[in-house]
């Protein structure tokens, strides 16, 4: 299986990923317990001021304290700065 970084380069690489629905409107991908059942993580694109992608930009923690709640808090965080990193 695939974690959240994973999904996120696969996808904008242009490798086919199993669901889709797993990225929100900004190409943010989740997962919980993909590589690992004990860990979470929430990661996002970064791509060239060209719209080449870079990499991915991943926060990842214990399941029991990165839950539902911190992986949303966190997600607008990475996305801003995802778009600052290569600007």
Known sequence: STGASGLVLRHF?????P???VFNEHGT???IGETNP????VSTPVFTPSGQL?????VSG???????QERARVSPLLETLA???LA
């Open 54 to 58: 870079s990499g991915a930009l991943t």
């Open 19 to 21: 669901d889709p629905g």
């Open 29 to 31: 991908a989740s997962s």
């Open 38 to 41: 004990n860990i979470s993580s």
């Open 13 to 17: 690489s242009g490798e086919p990923v």
């Open 62 to 68: 214990l399941v029991s304290r990165f839950g539902e």
């Open 83 to 85: 778009k600052t990193l």
